[in-house]
């Protein structure tokens, strides 16, 4: 490469070099709430903007979201409830800066996406309907198609982005983060799944590129999250150097209809907003077994909620609880949830008639790529906002609906910031090229190349096709070369075998799902570990170290491709989800230790934040109170203070 570079660790993944490149002032990466807001916000500004997304455009993890979205919208309510609702649901673990920023934008940010044209449900009357999920003291949760709020949320982003004609490359995996000589942002490579307009490994050049990538509920055999939700926007930041900050903190959804022991991938969910309009959780006998539990019962914290089907389950010795609500009535049911109960009916379940198998399954990534409240990540001109990213407001536990608008908030200011960020360049711009002009008025044009210099710099660079972005001046400046030698790029990291994605899954299951244990973490790391190392091995050239097993004891290395990078991204999120989870001696919010049941705010009212250093090594820190503090870029790692996180290690604080 030819003034880029792979970014600071030097690791990346296992692919062939970039075949072709197009230029930007800013990519997305993902298409749901976060990601089309923030593209949207930056290409009505005028930046070039490139929307890249791994499956088609409405694909993404915001059109299964059902219950609805949070605001203060509702006579009576204010900011300032939904913030301490926000505070408890959190566990003592939210930035409250950053939660007072999303209930007090939030009104406003779910008004401008009613204006591009998201139609919610409203009363008789035209007001927007509103319901209570868990953990609100309000009806503040709109709701759009009764139970289908994402999917007119993605449906109105969608079609604004068409109308918008913003330039998109879809069914593409990101793969890595690219920077320039001085360690910023310059894009990203990726990968074209044969539908898309390119084909094969490509770069995105851009100085400023968006993670909104969504979760990585997959690392788990069952879960509510599509198939793409495989930790690849984490994975990314991880290796670019970016910090990540409190990934023990999965939310389990309690609510997931089961459909059997074995049952694994996406499982249907089954709206928190059904208990919002009376269902009860009750067991085999029809006993409701929340009342008394929780001053709100059915409607207390997700945690709490998952926690006490998890511990009526175990009492029973059974794998499920039931969700009744047969006092709806067919109408009901058809009207205000439509596709629950088509899921439902579709798996030989009648809720109309019947109670609803449930049990909780992985849902929410409370964690994520540590960010600021511009978005801004440790890696400068790298930002996150939505499920990939950890902004502070959800803490150990996020509030039922505060998802879909903490992405549609934190993105409007990604994209305020980017365009300042640009606006500044473009200044400095000109007044580098005013003070060339008056340089050169001193100096005699003979062949005119002093006048044109500043001029063939930006004709150097094609503007993306279609949108209204037309400034790509700053991605000019960055020079990328797609076709370079393979052998001057850093040392990849070992891919795993796609065989062994369902390993990862039931390692994560068994030893890190809704309960935890010190015994059953290390277990899991230790495993996890197996799993890294044999990669290593199997990826270790002739003559190295690794190398020397016999043929019959080294592992056949994975070839490049979509599925094995996705099982590598997968286990690395896996292992820093695990070593910090094993880290965190305490239960907190949707962290729950069997063996440190209690909250222990003393020393664990804090922030765990990883890095990976260059040598592959993962390092904790925790912060010293509850509150992120400035996003810095990342220093260089002291290596020899930074060991590997083995299975029976607890690294320094």
């Given at each position: 490469?030819?003034?880029?570079?792979?970014?600071?660790?030097?690791?990346?993944?296992?692919?062939?070099?970039?075949?072709?490149?197009?230029?930007?002032?800013?990519?997305?990466?993902?298409?749901?709430?976060?990601?089309?807001?923030?593209?949207?916000?930056?290409?009505?500004?005028?930046?070039?903007?490139?929307?890249?997304?791994?499956?088609?455009?409405?694909?993404?993890?915001?059109?299964?979201?059902?219950?609805?979205?949070?605001?203060?919208?509702?006579?009576?309510?204010?900011?300032?409830?939904?913030?301490?609702?926000?505070?408890?649901?959190?566990?003592?673990?939210?930035?409250?800066?950053?939660?007072?920023?999303?209930?007090?934008?939030?009104?406003?940010?779910?008004?401008?996406?009613?204006?591009?044209?998201?139609?919610?449900?409203?009363?008789?009357?035209?007001?927007?309907?509103?319901?209570?999920?868990?953990?609100?003291?309000?009806?503040?949760?709109?709701?759009?198609?009764?139970?289908?709020?994402?999917?007119?949320?993605?449906?109105?982003?969608?079609?604004?982005?068409?109308?918008?004609?913003?330039?998109?490359?879809?069914?593409?995996?990101?793969?890595?983060?690219?920077?320039?000589?001085?360690?910023?942002?310059?894009?990203?490579?990726?990968?074209?799944?044969?539908?898309?307009?390119?084909?094969?490994?490509?770069?995105?050049?851009?100085?400023?590129?968006?993670?909104?990538?969504?979760?990585?509920?997959?690392?788990?055999?069952?879960?509510?999250?599509?198939?793409?939700?495989?930790?690849?926007?984490?994975?990314?930041?991880?290796?670019?150097?970016?910090?990540?900050?409190?990934?023990?903190?999965?939310?389990?959804?309690?609510?997931?209809?089961?459909?059997?022991?074995?049952?694994?991938?996406?499982?249907?969910?089954?709206?928190?907003?059904?208990?919002?309009?009376?269902?009860?959780?009750?067991?085999?006998?029809?006993?409701?077994?929340?009342?008394?539990?929780?001053?709100?019962?059915?409607?207390?914290?997700?945690?709490?909620?998952?926690?006490?089907?998890?511990?009526?389950?175990?009492?029973?010795?059974?794998?499920?609880?039931?969700?009744?609500?047969?006092?709806?009535?067919?109408?009901?049911?058809?009207?205000?949830?439509?596709?629950?109960?088509?899921?439902?009916?579709?798996?030989?379940?009648?809720?109309?008639?019947?109670?609803?198998?449930?049990?909780?399954?992985?849902?929410?990534?409370?964690?994520?790529?540590?960010?600021?409240?511009?978005?801004?990540?440790?890696?400068?001109?790298?930002?996150?906002?939505?499920?990939?990213?950890?902004?502070?407001?959800?803490g150990a536990n996020r509030l039922a609906s505060n998802s879909l608008l903490e992405g549609l908030v934190f993105a409007e200011r990604i994209a305020a910031d980017i365009v300042e960020q640009a606006n500044d360049a473009e200044h400095m711009n000109g007044a580098e090229q005013a003070n060339d002009a008056e340089r050169a008025d001193g100096v005699e044009q003979t062949n005119g190349v002093a006048q044109t210099d500043s001029a063939a710099r930006a004709d150097d660079v094609e503007p993306a096709a279609g949108g209204t972005g037309t400034r790509t001046s700053a991605a000019a400046d960055?020079?990328?070369?797609?076709?370079?030698?393979?052998?001057?790029?850093?040392?990849?990291?070992?891919?795993?075998?796609?065989?062994?994605?369902?390993?990862?899954?039931?390692?994560?299951?068994?030893?890190?799902?809704?309960?935890?244990?010190?015994?059953?973490?290390?277990?899991?790391?230790?495993?996890?570990?197996?799993?890294?190392?044999?990669?290593?091995?199997?990826?270790?050239?002739?003559?190295?170290?690794?190398?020397?097993?016999?043929?019959?004891?080294?592992?056949?290395?994975?070839?490049?491709?979509?599925?094995?990078?996705?099982?590598?991204?997968?286990?690395?999120?896996?292992?820093?989800?695990?070593?910090?989870?094993?880290?965190?001696?305490?239960?907190?919010?949707?962290?729950?230790?069997?063996?440190?049941?209690?909250?222990?705010?003393?020393?664990?009212?804090?922030?765990?934040?990883?890095?990976?250093?260059?040598?592959?090594?993962?390092?904790?820190?925790?912060?010293?109170?509850?509150?992120?503090?400035?996003?810095?870029?990342?220093?260089?790692?002291?290596?020899?203070?930074?060991?590997?996180?083995?299975?029976?290690?607890?690294?320094?604080?």
């Amino acid at each position: 490469m030819t003034g880029i570079r792979h970014h600071a660790t030097g690791i990346r993944l296992t692919a062939p070099a970039p075949g072709w490149s197009i230029d930007a002032d800013v990519v997305v990466v993902g298409s749901g709430v976060a990601g089309l807001t923030a593209a949207l916000r930056c290409a009505a500004a005028g930046l070039a903007t490139v929307v890249v997304t791994k499956a088609r455009l409405d694909d993404g993890s915001t059109r299964w979201a059902q219950g609805g979205i949070a605001a203060a919208l509702g006579e009576g309510d204010t900011p300032e409830q939904h913030l301490d609702d926000t505070l408890v649901a959190g566990a003592g673990l939210c930035d409250e800066d950053a939660v007072r920023t999303l209930v007090t934008e939030g009104p406003d940010a779910v008004r401008r996406l009613i204006g591009t044209g998201a139609r919610f449900d409203t009363t008789d009357g035209g007001e927007i309907a509103l319901t209570r999920e868990g953990g609100h003291h309000r009806s503040r949760i709109a709701h759009a198609g009764g139970d289908a709020t994402g999917a007119e949320i993605s449906r109105a982003l969608v079609a604004a982005v068409r109308e918008a004609a913003l330039r998109t490359i879809e069914n593409a995996l990101v793969l890595d983060l690219l920077t320039d000589a001085d360690g910023r942002t310059a894009g990203v490579t990726l990968h074209v799944m044969g539908e898309g307009r390119h084909d094969g490994v490509g770069a995105v050049r851009a100085p400023a590129v968006v993670l909104a990538t969504g979760g990585m509920g997959q690392v788990f055999s069952a879960t509510t999250n599509p198939a793409v939700s495989t930790g690849d926007g984490v994975a990314l930041a991880l290796r670019a150097g970016a910090e990540v900050s409190d990934l023990e903190f999965v939310q389990f959804h309690p609510t997931v209809l089961y459909l059997g022991a074995d049952s694994e991938g996406q499982q249907p969910l089954v709206s928190e907003a059904v208990r919002g309009e009376g269902a009860h959780l009750v067991d085999a006998s029809g006993t409701r077994f929340m009342v008394g539990q929780h001053e709100l019962a059915e409607l207390a914290p997700r945690d709490i909620v998952a926690k006490a089907i998890t511990r009526r389950m175990e009492l029973h010795g059974t794998e499920h609880m039931y969700l009744d609500a047969r006092h709806f009535g067919a109408d009901m049911w058809e009207r205000r949830f439509p596709t629950i109960l088509a899921a439902c009916r579709a798996h030989g379940i009648d809720p109309v008639t019947e109670p609803i198998p449930v049990a909780p399954a992985a849902h929410y990534a409370s964690g994520g790529v540590h960010t600021d409240l511009r978005g801004r990540t440790t890696v400068p001109g790298l930002y996150a906002c939505g499920e990939v990213a950890c902004t502070g407001v959800h803490g150990a536990n996020r509030l039922a609906s505060n998802s879909l608008l903490e992405g549609l908030v934190f993105a409007e200011r990604i994209a305020a910031d980017i365009v300042e960020q640009a606006n500044d360049a473009e200044h400095m711009n000109g007044a580098e090229q005013a003070n060339d002009a008056e340089r050169a008025d001193g100096v005699e044009q003979t062949n005119g190349v002093a006048q044109t210099d500043s001029a063939a710099r930006a004709d150097d660079v094609e503007p993306a096709a279609g949108g209204t972005g037309t400034r790509t001046s700053a991605a000019a400046d960055r020079p990328l070369s797609a076709t370079a030698d393979p052998a001057a790029l850093p040392a990849p990291s070992p891919l795993l075998d796609p065989e062994q994605r369902g390993t990862v899954q039931r390692i994560m299951t068994r030893g890190a799902g809704v309960l935890r244990s010190a015994e059953s973490l290390a277990a899991a790391a230790e495993a996890l570990e197996a799993l890294h190392d044999g990669a290593v091995r199997a990826a270790a050239p002739d003559g190295a170290p690794d190398a020397d097993a016999p043929d019959a004891d080294r592992p056949k290395p994975a070839e490049p491709g979509v599925e094995a990078w996705e099982a590598t991204n997968l286990l690395l999120v896996s292992r820093v989800l695990v070593a910090a989870a094993r880290r965190r001696e305490e239960t907190r919010g949707c962290h729950w230790r069997e063996d440190r049941p209690e909250r222990d705010d003393e020393n664990w009212r804090r922030h765990l934040v990883v890095r990976l250093t260059p040598e592959r090594r993962l390092v904790l820190r925790r912060t010293e109170t509850a509150a992120f503090g400035p996003v810095r870029p990342a220093q260089a790692p002291d290596c020899a203070a930074a060991p590997p996180i083995h299975p029976d290690d607890h690294p320094d604080d």
